[in-house]
Antibody, heavy 125, light 107 residues
Framework: EVQLVESGGGLVKPGGSLRLSCAASGFTFSSYTMNWVRQAPGKGLEWVSSISSSGAYIYYADSVMGRFTISRDNAKNSLYLQMDSLRAEDTAVYYC??????????????????WGQGTLVTVSS | DIQLTQSPSFLSASVGDRVTITCRASQGISSYLAWYQQKPGKAPKVLIYAASTLQSGVPSRFSGSGSGTEFTLTISSLQPEDFATYYCQQLDSYPLTFGGGTKVEIK
């Protein structure tokens, strides 16, 4: 059974830091691009960051660039998100999501196949 | 950045109704579009990818179409378990983006 289990969320003051973790099991973690997606209370989904299977390619949303750092440890089947200089607008449920590629003769398509249950980050004084 | 505009943002429908949700991209994204369903307190679940490919295990009443800048998600006969919020997502280029969502409620 595929499982993604996030941890590390909680209450933090503006300007503070938090490190989220995502423990993966039930699939070949080292073959998957991994992502963080967040959802502010009552709002829609926002992609935050992606890291390729080897860790060689990393991308961030403009809203977190320079403040958040994504990383992974394939030996531990784990994904991380270091969040620094936190702001009130970073308050959200943070999901980790595994991205599969489905290729035909012409193209490859990405699918956010696997999702964790989410961890809540609250930034407030 | 590629913006995705979903319409409507809210719709009220009855069991058995045919429902169509539209997603428009601010620039062409070929078929690099996915649709997700999210229920309250739960993680999103992928329904459709590559604009029209049904994810394994998803009921055939769900279908997707379109390419370029205009896409649709259709539920052919709405079931009680389909009342949820639906999001489109473009995977053509970074930053990846989601549409604003369409909440489907019971009439």
């Amino acid at each position: 059974e595929v499982q993604l289990v996030e941890s590390g969320g909680g209450l933090v003051k503006p300007g503070g830091s938090l490190r989220l973790s995502c423990a993966a099991s039930g699939f070949t973690f080292s073959s998957y691009t991994m992502n963080w997606v967040r959802q502010a209370p009552g709002k829609g989904l926002e992609w935050v960051s992606s890291i390729s299977s080897s860790g060689a390619y990393i991308y961030y949303a403009d809203s977190v660039m320079g403040r958040f750092t994504i990383s992974r440890d394939n030996a531990k089947n784990s994904l991380y998100l270091q969040m620094d200089s936190l702001r009130a607008e970073d308050t959200a449920v943070y999901y980790c999501a595994g991205e599969r590629r489905d290729c035909n003769s012409a193209n490859c398509y990405s699918i956010f196949d696997y999702w964790g249950q989410g961890t809540l980050v609250t930034v407030s004084s | 950045d590629i913006q995705l505009t979903q319409s409507p943002s809210f719709l009220s429908a009855s069991v058995g109704d045919r429902v169509t949700i539209t997603c428009r991209a601010s620039q062409g994204i070929s078929s690099y579009l996915a649709w997700y369903q999210q229920k309250p307190g739960k993680a999103p679940k992928v329904l459709i990818y590559a604009a029209s490919t049904l994810q394994s295990g998803v009921p055939s009443r769900f279908s997707g179409s379109g390419s370029g800048t205009e896409f649709t998600l259709t539920i052919s006969s709405l079931q009680p378990e389909d009342f949820a919020t639906y999001y489109c997502q473009q995977l053509d280029s970074y930053p990846l983006t989601f549409g604003g969502g369409t909440k489907v409620e019971i009439k």
